[in-house]
């Protein structure tokens, strides 16, 4: 399934408590390559949070493997609300997501895939010295799937804080949605291929999202992979 973006924040090595949780979804199109939105992941979110000193970001898998995620490995795409990580090494234990390019029609039987934000997961983890190790990680009851359709293809046209786009393929959904599952993949129900990403809801300052809106995976592909 997909995996959770998680953040922890700390003042120096040993730090009893670390602050963060999940900051967003995305999900592997190959063994060294995953997907996630902009506003999910971005330059901020390798800074701590504030009056904090370090920042550790890590993708969490549902079977409970982690891997780190280095700034270097992380390609920027604010245009299409889209972020590339790409890992030196091949990934385990991280579903690997097939996509399906063309049009998307409406009425399209699709699930939307995600996690609850600023959350955080159970962690068995602690110090090594003065680097902070996560062994493994539950994101049980943490998860937000929803099943639902495609409603209508749209040109996103977007000028918000933290999304910025122009005449981006993309798609309404029929389902709402929830802070922390922007970047998560919206999954054909038949095939079970990627047909988009979930990127923003409406109202835009709810935690719950009535409206819910994908960027194509025909842009991400063409313009990021």
């Known amino acids: 399934m997909a995996f959770a973006i998680l953040k922890l924040s700390y003042n120096k090595p040993g730090d009893s408590s670390l602050t963060g949780g999940i900051c967003g979804t995305g999900f592997f199109v190959d063994s060294r390559t995953a ?28 079977s409970g493997s982690i891997c780190r995620i280095e700034r270097e490995a992380v390609s920027l795409h604010p245009e299409i609300d889209a972020t590339i990580i790409r890992f030196q090494k091949p990934v385990s234990n991280f579903q690997i ?41 539950s994101l049980t009851g943490l998860t937000i799937d929803t099943n639902g359709c495609v409603k209508r293809s749209v040109t996103l046209d977007i000028n918000a804080n933290d999304i910025k786009m122009h005449g981006v393929r993309g798609f309404e959904l029929s389902f709402g949605s929830h802070v922390g599952m922007s970047g998560g993949p919206v999954v054909d129900s038949s ?35």
Request: hydrophobic residues 40%; proline residues 3%; glycine residues 10%.
């Open 35 to 62: 997907v996630t939105a902009y506003h999910a992941l971005n330059d901020q979110t390798f800074n701590p949070n504030a009056g904090l000193q370090y920042a550790l970001v890590w993708v969490v898998s549902r």
């Open 97 to 137: 997501y097939k996509s399906s390019l063309g049009n998307v029609a409406n009425g399209l039987k699709v699930s939307g895939i995600g996690h609850v934000g600023d959350s955080m997961p159970s962690l068995d983890a602690g110090w090594r010295g003065s680097e902070f190790e996560i062994r493994s990680a």
């Open 191 to 225: 095939t079970r291929r990627v047909r988009g990403m979930l990127s923003f809801g409406l109202p835009a300052d709810s935690i719950v999202k009535t409206e819910t809106f994908a960027i194509s995976i025909d842009e991400i592909c063409e313009r990021c992979l």
